[in-house]
Each structure stands twice: as C-alpha cells, then as structure tokens.
C-alpha cells in the first residue's frame, strides 16, 4: 500500500500520522528540522510547544476547549494521551512538561510500525507522485511551499499576518445599551439596513477610553515578525497616539446613526460591530486590531457601553500568521480544490491552539487514511466542538456575492462556532428563572452535553463501519 505522505512534524502533523498508522495505513512525516531550522523552534523533537505548555482548560462540562479534549480522547488522540501522560499541576488547565511531552509523542511515532519520519524540507509543492498528502506546515510555512501554495490559487490564497479586531459573543452584549444599525441606515449587499451593532459613547466616557488606551501596555513585535502596520490596519492605541480625537473620525465615527434607546440624544463617539459568522452567534469589533495586552484589552474594552460583561471569543492583535482563505479554497474534506491531492491541517488552515491543531490534525489523519482504504468518513456533527471547528474553517462565515468568504480570520474552539441549542435554557433545576452567569453557564452545560452525546454516536458508527 503507498503510504500517505505529511509535511510538518508539529502538533497537527504528529496527530495526523497517529491516526492515519492507526487505521493500518502506512505514513511518512516530512519535518525539516533539524536540517533547517526556524526562527520558533529549539529542538528537533516532533510536536514541540513553542509557546505556553498549556493546553487551556480540561472542563467539558461549561468550557468548549475542555469539550475538544474530551472529543479527541474519546476519538484516540494521541496528543491527547501525551498531554495526560506529562501533566504538569495547572489547576482546572491541562499543562504539560513541554520536553517530556515532545519526547513522548516523538518517541511513540518513532516505534509505530507503519511510521516513517523523514528529516529534510520539501520545497514547493509535494511530488506529484504522492497523491495524497497532509500538510501541516504551521504558522511558520516555508516560503517556497507557500509560493507553491500561491501558484495553485492565486496572490490572495495566504495571508501572512492578522489584523485582527476582537470577536465577541453576541449574547453578552447589553442591548438595551446598543442597538442594530447600518450608517444613514444603508442596506448593502445581502444587508438590511441594521447590520451592525452600536455601543455609544458620550463625551467623558470617551476621554476616559482614550487615556485608557494611551496608558494601556502593548505588545512588542518579535524580530522576525517585522511591523506589519500600514492605511487600513492601524492598531487603534496608535489611531490614538496620533491625536486624541483621531478615533472618532475613523473606527469610532458617529455619523450616520441614531441611538434608538435614546433618538435625541447624538453619541460622541460609536463603537460598531459586524457580524463574523452565519450563526449569528459572533461579532467583530470593527476596526479594533490591536497590540495591546490581552488583560489590558478585556479591561479597557468592557468600558464601552453595551461591552461591559462582554464575553470575548478571541481578542485582538497583529502579528504574523501564514493561513489559508480556507472557506475559498479548501472543501469539507480540507482538501485544496484546486490540486485535491493536498490536504491541509493544523494553523494554516485557519485555526488558533495547540488543541485544535492536534484536532484538524486528527480529522484530516482520519479523511486521508479512509480515502486510501477507499471508504467514505462522514463528517462530525456541527453540533460537536470537532464539527464546530471544522465548519469554521470550511463554510461557518458569511458569505457575499461580491467578495466571497467574508472576514476570515483564525479562532480557537469557542461556543461561539456551535449552533444555537434546540431549545434555550432558560430555568435552572429548581425552576427559577436563570439570569446573568448562571444562565450563561446553564448555555455552555447544554452545548457540551449535546456535543458528547452526537459526539459518541457518531464515533460509534464511524467504529462500527471499519470493523466491517
């Protein structure tokens, strides 16, 4: 049988040769180091952390990264497994002994009978003799492999950072504070004419944002990051920087909109936000990239009426990322439409984290190994955190006739990406109304809990048809 070829031995590549070894489908792991380095890595073990050591909370019962840990046990992963065998004390958090942890997942790769781990680069596009390839080459991509990338679909396929405002979840935003509308109330393409929301500001509630921001600490730009600022993706604390009132005659105008809670009352200055997923479920905070601090930014944005219990799905920042317009280019399987040979896995596709890397990892290890033992792998509910994230990569964003997938941007699992629940928690156990964090958690609980059960069914058959 020929073996299934993968390139890039991190998170995602290790996990997606476990799985494809797994299903009894040879795999070859392509990683360049220690042949070449990058400017990230320390070592030459398979899936070493290069960041933080934590995998984030393990509560899957009210947490959707917890909710993916627990889908990727119950599904074999073996970074999973690793991150179990190598826990560090974290409190309610799954942190591991980064060394130990890398060796472990290296080590057990390493003794797999069907693995083989080939150290040199592969420059430019896989061979066209290996027709079916994983790659997972991280946020730190080569660059003859993303100019390879680019010559199948075209100079805007990868972006090489983000510029990203904060993501918030809809249903902790206080509207009775803000309110829908579009500017002079224009409806634009597939819009109604109230398809953002509003968070105004009067005059001493913004001086009091600005100094917050002019006071706030920032995040400084690694060496090999470069400074990516130009027109159109200024951070908002440098907007602030270039004079106090420079916010309000860009991100923070005010024209165009009246408060409907207040109609003779004009704000002094406006935050809006737009739409970033089909759900409804999340909105971007329009224009507010940043490099600020992630404590700072929470703290600072929670002063802007209408955000002061806001829940954040991910918060801002400008930093340099290779990632696919993945809901374009790639399709339900994560394969390139344009070569569907390559399968793609990990951050470049457009997710954020360790876990979710290893979980795009596990899902495309899985699709390439039954398409060489030529069967069919349905796809995991939407309704599972694995399912949530892949639909997030694929198809979860709007979508319009003129520009396409609209405002994609890489994201960690968060409750944001799963459906609404079929029925709304609205009363606890005891029958009282819930409200406020209560009912928030009550929210998170019925996702997960639905989650692990259209997780296990589906798991089952999946398991039921391989031994066949």
Known sequence: MEPVHIIGGGLAGSEAAWQIAEAGVPVVIHEMRPVRGTEAHKTEGLAEL?????????????????????????????????????????GGALAVDRDGFSQGVTAALEAHPL?????????????????????????????????????????????????????????SIDMDTAWFQ????????????????????????????????????????????????????????????????????????PVGLTNKHNPTVKAYAVVQLRQDNALGTLFNMTGFQTKLKYGEQSRIFRLIPGLQNAEFARLGGIHRNTYLNSPKLLDDRLRLKADQRLRFAGQITGCEGYVESAATGLLAGRMAAAERLGRDLPLPPATTALGALVNH???????????????????????????HPDQAVTHGPDGKRLKGPAKSVARKQALTARAKVEMDAWANGVEAKAAE
Not at 54 to 80: C, K, P, T, Y
Not at 119 to 144: H, Q
Not at 196 to 211: A, K
Not at 404 to 414: A, D, E, L, V
């Open 50 to 90: 290069v960041c933080s050591n934590s995998f984030r909370s393990d509560d899957s019962e009210s947490n959707a990264v917890g909710q993916l840990h627990w889908e990727m046990r119950r599904l074999g992963s073996l970074i999973m497994a690793k991150g179990d065998a190598h826990q560090v004390p974290a």
């Open 115 to 171: 693995v083989t781990i080939d150290r040199g680069e592969i420059a430019g596009l896989p061979p066209a003799e290996w027709d079916n390839v994983v790659i997972a080459t991280g946020p730190l991509t080569s660059p003859a492999l993303a100019d390879g990338i680019r010559s199948l679909t075209g100079e805007d396929s990868l972006a090489f950072f983000d510029a990203i405002a904060p993501i918030v979840h809809f249903d």
């Open 182 to 253: 579009s500017r002079y109330d224009k409806a634009g393409p597939g819009g109604t004419g109230a398809d953002y929301i509003n968070c105004p500001l009067d005059r001493d509630q913004y001086e009091v944002f600005i100094d917050a921001l002019l006071a706030a600490e920032k995040t400084e730009f690694k060496e090999w990051e470069g400074t990516p600022y130009f027109d159109g993706c200024l951070p908002i604390e440098v907007m602030a920087e270039r004079g106090r009132e420079t916010l309000r005659w860009g991100p923070m105008k």
């Open 393 to 419: 990569i694929t198809g979860g964003h709007i979508v319009t006739i003129d520009e396409g997938p609209r405002s994609f941007q890489p994201m960690n699992i968060n409750f944001g990406l799963f459906p």
